[in-house]
Each structure stands twice: as structure tokens, then as C-alpha cells.
């Protein structure tokens, strides 16, 4: 008998953990999991949106440093006051 109340013991006290973690991580979250993945969604489309402009940005430097008369050739600051 004694096992038979460590058991209802154990069940009662871990369906309070679970009851109390199912309030705290769901009922009372300040975050809701709906929200959270909204927001990941649209910053996300931002950093896409950074990334393809920075890409355009990119490509006419290299297209500029190609057709530049010095192909981009790297001058010191010595040689420049020369």
C-alpha cells in the first residue's frame, strides 16, 4: 500500500509540473507562437530585400572597377602624391 501512495504521490505532484508549465509557457506567454512567426516571417522578406539590393550594388561595382581605365589597380598613398 505504501508504493500505491508514492505512486498517486508522484502522478499528482507531475501533473501539477505539467499543469503549471502548460499556464506559464501557454496561457500566460507574452510571446504567442502565431505572433513570434509573423515576425520572423516579415524581418526575414527585410534581410531578403537587404540582400538583393546590396547584391545590385555589388555587381555595378564590379562592372564600374571592370570598364575603369586603371582596372582597378590599387595606388598608394606615396605614389598618388607623385
Not at 540582400?51 to 555595378?60: K, S
Not at 570598364?67 to 589597380?73: A, W
Request: aromatic share 10%; hydrophobic share 35%; net charge negative.
Amino acid at each position: 500500500m505504501k508504493s500505491f501512495g508514492a505512486f498517486l504521490f508522484h502522478h499528482s505532484f507531475s501533473w501539477a509540473g505539467e499543469k503549471l508549465i502548460s499556464i506559464s509557457f501557454g496561457d500566460l506567454n507574452p510571446f504567442p507562437l502565431r505572433q513570434i512567426r509573423n515576425r520572423r516571417a516579415y524581418h526575414l522578406e527585410k534581410v531578403r530585400l537587404e540582400l538583393t539590393e546590396l547584391e545590385a550594388i555589388r555587381e555595378d561595382f564590379l562592372r564600374e572597377r571592370d570598364t575603369s581605365p586603371d582596372k582597378g589597380e590599387l595606388v598608394s598613398d606615396e605614389e598618388e602624391d607623385t
